[in-house]
């Protein structure tokens, strides 16, 4: 989600919103996990995205590094996981004056990374 809303260079508060919304109505009731304490593993998304911005973290090693939890992780993303990953990356890439090149060539570039697992 970092590097989907950050590719352009800025991240807006907009996108910040969508992509708290998108925690909240995609990713939590998808994910049956939860942590020593009780929460949610989704949750874990947005914490990682809020360190990620105070860090101004660059969105290409964001994307990579996203690719290598996916690949270490395949087993869990099922079709169903799979299709909201999708479906949150174009939500937060719209949020903003709508999805750019940028944006649209990171999605696909996700898109074909998640059928080849």
């Not at 174009?90 to 697992?117: F, M, P, S, V, W």
Request: with cysteine; hydrophobic share 40%; glycine share 2%.
């Amino acid at each position: 989600m970092y590097a989907v809303a950050d590719v352009d260079g800025v991240i807006s508060k907009k996108e910040k919103k969508e992509m708290m919304e998108m925690v909240a109505n995609e990713l939590v009731p998808a994910e049956e996990h939860k942590d020593e304490r009780g929460m949610n593993d989704a949750h874990y998304a947005e914490i990682e995205f809020d360190i990620l911005d105070e860090q101004m973290s660059d969105p290409e090693s964001a994307f990579e590094s996203f690719i290598e939890f996916i690949e270490e992780h395949h087993t869990a993303l099922d079709d169903n996981m799979k299709k909201i990953c999708l479906k949150v990356a174009n939500k937060l890439a719209e949020a903003y004056h709508g999805t750019n090149k940028k944006e649209k060539l990171l999605i696909q570039k996700l898109k074909d990374h998640l059928r080849r697992i």
